[in-house]
């Protein structure tokens, strides 16, 4: 199980550069959070949902020794949060699409409405291929994306991470949406009316 | 899609800006114009400005979709156990569910595979806790825990994994009522609750003294029995489902999961600090609050999980006998309801029993009773109407609140506060930890809490000060501190004393001991006349003083100044109190660095016996005094019970911190020094790396910690003749010592000694030379007397050096 001194020290680590020490944080983080959605899934009736931000919340509580750690340091936990959430909800959302193909369809269980958030929810995958293209273009803007979507980061705490301006994050973050909008509009006729 | 091209990404982006800076109207003509014929620049710009007005809240929706997926993919496995009634889990029957509580459902179940039928409680843990690291610690402690014997403690009887994996824990069924439902369907009196408590203390007391630990005491925890009996529930559980710590954060209330609110959490716990002992005490401190006052210490209604954490560790408590206004309707007040019975209360509950809730209820471990007897003694002699040992508080707080009262010093009062925490925290990365050391590593750790809470104090007064401030430098910060003593405490002379000692500390920490000594010899000085030579403070005074001593080398000093406290604290406190022990102790570790090893044991065993009576046999204290007894044995050649206090020492630390820690760490570490010393290399081999592993991680590769650890490898591996590896591990360590420490210290020398030791080996003769004479001199310098036994075996080694080199017309030379 994680110590939060140990996190503290790879967080440190991390952020002068050390990317081994990128990847054990990486590890621990992702480990953490899908045992602590597996928990929260486990017990939750069918109706409730569940939200991102109270799960890497929890994630930080659990990992993060809060009495070393600056405002900075943990922008910068939480922006790898955001990274291992990416990863966990994309390998989700292929095993799933992987069943699916196998036949047994599980979204009727899911279909009354809670569970999906809203109408307008994109398909996971095609996001994924964007934020990839995106990627190759200029990877702060997809980074950003990251952090944004899947970390539920503010303007502010982003600019910390990456030390520009808030004003900077925002105008990215505006353009990766639009770019990440048209290039999911333009696989499918209606975007986001699935 | 539109595939676009990297090439003209960059430009893509800039006009896009730059557009977007415009009025939708002009953004087209813009383009033209910036886009000067390029079309297709033109047009790719054009399509993310509209796929923009087009996104609406693309991605920005409140609950990101994503979420479902999770969701679903998860969700496929049922809750754990809800399909257990009616089946067996090991032998047991499960009957119907009785609770749930922060670890999963628990259950009512028979054994049935008895000639009499048996009720149990069977605890099933949510999916989700990785079962097989829970069952691999139930094992480990269901012995112990299994041992756990006492009529007011329910019996944890077997545990188990069941056909689909999920573990499970048996336990004695106890049928009764949680003690607040008691206290609300019985309205005990204060008298009857006082005892009920007393009863929960003893019981406590009796699983401390089998090394368990409770950890998760609330009232949902205690249960009360028709005849007015007490039981505890899950003790030790905790641990074993959850061993690292982070104490309470065990989440769950019946329907929702939430992590649980800190209300029951003592500050360490919150903090994620150690568990010990003395985090039961306080939560038997917060259980007493709830029982006289029918309200918490703190108020947490309504507040998020952060605010109640800050509260915990920063606010004091309201005395139970005012926090009864809050509580003046509640009916689970003693007595409550009846006209007339709130008042009464609140005079039956102000004085000793306000101070003995408060005492349990202290911010730091240290000060609070050193044990859950101590507690259930004090309500004994209030309700015997005899004097109680609660007192109200000393020092920190009463320096906090000075603060308080005088906003101008604040600031210099805050910097030097937040130079002790940083020295405190120093002291502990840089100490160089071998054997005795191991005492001042664990006392620097202790004070780091306290100075913590103290910091938090000040920090509270002095917020808006420093907002203004520029960054000033430490030193700065120091000076300034110290002027401001000078000045405006010059009326109260008893404060200033403390501060300047304070002031003398911090330098002493920072290794600035030239600048210590002033500040602490007037400390003194002031102390002894304004108190006369008999008093406490005095004793900690000359205590202070006799550190900076031992730093500075000055050990003949150091033993002066330690045995003159002794003799203060024997005729001023009781026989037997704690501070007597810590003086044995620390006079024990002056002794034995001058290499009296066997005057130095007698003075640990003294120090053993009394701090098994003050703290309990096992805690932290008497671990750190079997350790110094240990190396005391073992440099006296008694290895056989070296090893057993060694040993001894390692069981209650873990038990009480942890693998991992650093306290555990230097225990173990002197445990492969002396398995070394016996000839059992593979064994020290093994346990060194493992330290070096672990304080790697705690500490950083390169810290002085990791480095001793180093050290001892090379010299285990040099004994088991792999001398490459050993000569480059001693090069390292030396050097890094050298800069850290300077060429004169003590390490350096004995580095020297160690490496000298190897370049005989390898029949370097005259790098061997060249290093052991460095190192005597080096010795000359910082041991005392020419027959101190490094000095003369490192004279005798070199003497044999020469000899084996075939020179001994060196040997006069030298």
């Known amino acids: ?194 | 899609m539109r595939d676009f091209s990297p090439g003209r990404w960059e430009r893509v982006e800039a006009l896009y800006d730059e557009a977007l800076e415009r009025p939708a109207e002009e953004r087209e003509a813009f383009l033209d114009e910036a886009c000067a014929g390029n079309a297709e620049l033109k047009s790719e710009v054009l399509a993310l400005l509209r796929a923009g007005d087009e996104a609406g809240s693309f991605l920005e929706g409140e609950k990101p979709a994503p979420v479902a997926a999770v969701r679903e993919a998860l969700h496929r496995e049922p809750p754990p156990g809800s399909d257990l009634v009616g089946r067996h889990v090991g032998p047991y029957r499960i009957e119907r569910p009785i609770g749930r509580g922060g670890m999963g459902q628990v259950y009512l179940a028979v054994r049935d595979d008895d000639v009499f039928m048996r009720w149990v409680a069977v605890k099933v843990i949510r999916r989700g806790m990785d079962s097989e690291e829970i069952l691999h610690r139930f094992r480990t402690e269901q012995r112990i825990l299994a041992s756990l014997a006492h009529p007011n403690i329910a019996r944890l009887l077997d545990g188990g994994v069941t056909d689909d994996g999920l573990s499970y824990l048996v336990m004695e069924y106890v049928d009764g009522q949680t003690i607040t439902e008691w206290c609300r369907s019985q309205n005990p009196p204060l008298r009857a609750r006082l005892e009920v408590f007393r009863t929960i203390c003893s019981a406590v007391q009796y699983a401390h003294q089998n090394l368990v630990v409770h950890r998760d005491l609330k009232p949902t925890n205690i249960l009360v029995t028709a005849d007015d009996r007490p039981i505890l529930l899950d003790f030790g559980i905790a641990k074993v489902l959850n061993p690292n710590l982070p104490g309470y954060q065990v989440p769950m209330t019946r329907t929702e999961l939430r992590v649980m609110t800190p209300e029951y959490a003592s500050p360490e716990q919150v903090r994620g600090l150690s568990v010990t002992t003395a985090s039961d005490i306080y939560q038997l401190g917060v259980l007493l609050y709830e029982l006289l006052t029918g309200v918490r210490p703190h108020e947490t209604e309504g507040r998020t999980r952060a605010e109640i954490e800050r509260l915990v560790l920063e606010r004091e408590p309201e005395k139970p006998s005012t926090a009864l206004s809050r509580a003046a309707t509640v009916a689970t007040v003693p007595g409550g309801g009846e006209p007339g019975s709130v008042a009464r209360l609140r005079r039956l509950l102000a004085g000793d029993l306000d101070r003995i809730v408060l005492m349990a209820l202290r911010k730091e471990p240290s000060r609070r009773y050193a044990s859950a007897d101590r507690l259930q003694e004090d309500i004994r002699r209030y309700l015997a109407g005899l004097p109680v040992e609660a007192q109200s508080d000393t020092w920190a707080y009463r320096s906090a609140k000075f603060v308080r009262r005088h906003p101008a010093g604040v600031v210099a009062a805050v910097a030097l506060t937040m130079l002790l925490v940083a020295v405190a925290v120093l002291s502990i990365r840089f100490a160089v930890v071998t054997g005795a050391q191991a005492d001042r590593v664990a006392q620097a750790a202790r004070r780091t809490e306290e100075v913590r809470q103290f910091l938090v104090n000040l920090f509270e007064a002095a917020d808006p000060a420093i907002a203004r401030g520029r960054p000033i430098t430490v030193l700065e910060l120091l000076q300034e501190g110290a002027a401001t003593v000078e000045n405006d405490l010059a009326g109260q002379p008893d404060v200033q004393a403390e501060m300047l000692g304070t002031i003398g500390a911090v330098y002493r920490r920072m290794n600035l001991l030239a600048d210590a000594e002033p500040f602490l010899e007037r400390a003194l000085a002031m102390r002894r006349s304004l108190y006369g030579e008999r008093h406490e403070l005095v004793a900690a005074s000359l205590v202070d003083l006799a550190e900076l001593r031992a730093l500075q080398s000055r050990s003949e000093e150091a033993e002066g100044l330690h045995r003159e406290a002794l003799a203060v604290l024997r005729e001023t406190v009781p026989e037997g109190a704690s501070e007597i022990g810590s003086s044995l102790n620390n006079l024990g570790v002056v002794v034995y660095e001058q290499g009296r090893f066997d005057e130095a044991v007698p003075l640990f065993e003294e120090a053993l016996a009394i701090r098994e009576k003050a703290f309990g046999e096992s805690s932290r204290e008497v671990a750190e005094t079997l350790a110094n007894l240990a190396y005391a044995r073992e440099d006296r050649g008694d290895l056989e019970g070296a090893e057993r206090e060694y040993r001894r020492a390692i069981s209650i630390q873990v038990r009480l911190l942890g693998d991992d820690h650093p306290d555990v760490l230097v225990t173990r570490q002197n445990l492969g020094v002396l398995l070394m010393n016996r000839g059992d290399l593979a064994a020290a081999e093994t346990i060194f790396r493992q330290v070096l592993d672990a304080r790697r991680r705690l500490f950083g590769e390169h810290s002085a910690p990791a480095q001793t650890t180093l050290n001892l490898l090379g010299r285990v591996l040099q004994a088991e003749g792999q001398l490459d590896e050993a000569e480059a591990i001693f090069r390292s360590v030396l050097a890094a010592h050298r800069a850290d420490l300077g060429d004169r210290h003590y390490y350096v020398g004995r580095d020297l000694d160690v490496l000298a030791g190897l370049l005989v080996e390898r029949q370097r003769w005259e790098e061997a030379e060249a290093a052991y004479i460095e190192a005597l001199s080096i010795y000359r310098e910082t041991l005392d007397g020419a027959d101190h036994p490094r000095i003369v075996e490192a004279r005798s080694a070199l003497s044999k050096l020469y000899a084996s080199w075939g020179r001994p017309d060196r040997s006069a030379a030298f």
């Open chain 1, 1 to 194: 199980m994680a110590d939060s001194h140990v996190v503290t020290q790879l967080l440190i680590a991390h952020r002068s550069g050390d990317e081994g020490a990128s990847d054990r944080l990486f590890s621990m983080v992702y480990d953490e959070l899908r045992g602590i959605a597996h928990r929260q899934l486990s017990f939750r009736r069918p109706g409730d949902t569940i939200n991102t931000t109270g799960l890497v919340h929890e994630a930080y509580l659990k990992l993060f020794d809060r009495n070393d750690a600056d405002w900075n340091d943990r922008v910068h936990f939480f922006a790898v949060t955001a990274r291992a959430m990416r990863q966990i909800l994309v390998d989700q959302s292929r095993a799933q699409k992987a069943q699916k193909r196998g036949g047994t369809n599980h979204r009727t269980e899911l279909s009354s409405g809670v569970l999906v958030a809203d109408e307008s929810a994109v398909d996971l995958l095609d996001l994924e291929d964007a934020l990839e293209k995106l990627n190759q273009l200029n990877p702060r803007l997809a980074k950003i994306v990251e952090m944004r979507y899947f970390g539920g980061m503010e303007i502010q705490e982003i600019a910390a991470v990456l030390d520009v301006s808030s004003r900077t994050v925002d105008r990215d973050w505006h353009k990766a949406r639009s770019f990440l909008y048209l290039a999911i509009s333009g696989r499918s006729e209606a975007p986001g009316g699935r």
